[in-house]
Every structure is written in structure tokens, then in C-alpha cells.
């Protein structure tokens, strides 16, 4: 089902440069590409909160190889 939403043109104009940039076919082509990449960026932001703080598991991590 095709229906139609209102933009400004300069938004029109941005969607169409981005279509000839990247080849697309269409600019529904264009919005699930943008969607796609927001999604993506959203996903980076949620899992990579300890990026950089994580470290491998070791050997002396192991709960049953503890003294206690």
C-alpha cells in the first residue's frame, strides 16, 4: 500500500541528493536507507555503553576456581 507524506522541499531536495548520491531507486528507497542507519547508530548507543571498560574473561574469573 503506497501513501503520501507531506515535506518541505527543502527536505525533498535533501532526500533526492542523497538518492542520486547513493544510486537508489526511489526515495522510499532513500527513507528505509536513513531508517536503517538510525536504527544502526541506536543499537551502537545501547550495547556500547562499556565499550572500552569490558575485558576478557580469565581462568581466575571462574566462580568455582575462587577462594571463599
Known amino acids: 500500500m ?3 507524506i507531506k515535506v518541505k522541499d ?3 531536495e ?4 542523497l538518492e ?3 544510486g537508489f531507486s526511489s526515495i522510499d528507497e ?3 536507507y536513513l531508517l536503517k542507519v538510525y536504527r544502526s547508530e ?3 548507543e545501547m550495547f556500547g555503553v562499556d565499550k572500552g571498560r569490558i ?3 580469565t581462568r581466575e574469573d571462574r566462580i ?3 577462594d571463599g
Open 14 to 17: 535533501m532526500l533526492k541528493r
Open 30 to 32: 532513500t527513507i528505509v
Open 10 to 12: 527543502s527536505t525533498l
Open 64 to 66: 568455582e576456581d575462587r
Open 55 to 57: 575485558t576478557p574473561f
Open 20 to 22: 542520486e548520491e547513493k
Open 42 to 44: 541506536r543499537l551502537k
Open 2 to 4: 503506497e501513501r503520501t
